[in-house]
Nanobody, 118 residues
Framework: QLQASGGGLVQAGGSLRLSCKASRMIFSTYVQYVMGWYRQAPGMERELVAT???????NYADSVKGRFTISRDNGKKMVYLQMNSLGPEDTASYYC???????????WGQGTLVTVSS
């Protein structure tokens, strides 16, 4: 249900923008979900990057504050992650997530690989 895109290879200091579309959700369902981005580096556990509610409230991991910006377009059922000042430590597969406690639902998209070269 979640289709992520936008990963790639970038030099340190560069930027990338990830996108994720909730292709099978209707609008009234989509706005019930908190959307988020998580990442998993090789040999590491998956970790939170950022989340955003339908009303626009955001939460960021300390490691990305001031560099990454999460946003969503409810009408298009899209969530974005603008990543600036990327460093090698940001290299990971990035996963889109949709979570609704009220619906008891937790949906994951496929990962999109971000590689930052030094």
């Amino acid at each position: 249900q979640l289709q992520a895109s936008g990963g790639g290879l970038v030099q340190a200091g560069g930027s990338l923008r990830l996108s994720c579309k909730a292709s099978r959700m209707i609008f009234s369902t989509y706005v019930q979900y908190v959307m988020g981005w998580y990442r998993q580096a090789p040999g590491m556990e998956r970790e939170l990057v950022a989340t955003i509610t339908s009303g626009g409230a955001t939460n960021y991991a300390d490691s990305v504050k001031g560099r990454f910006t999460i946003s969503r377009d409810n009408g298009k059922k899209m969530v974005y992650l603008q990543m600036n000042s990327l460093g090698p430590e940001d290299t990971a597969s990035y996963y889109c997530n949709a979570r609704s406690i009220a619906r008891g639902d937790d949906v994951w998209g496929q990962g999109t690989l971000v590689t930052v070269s030094s």
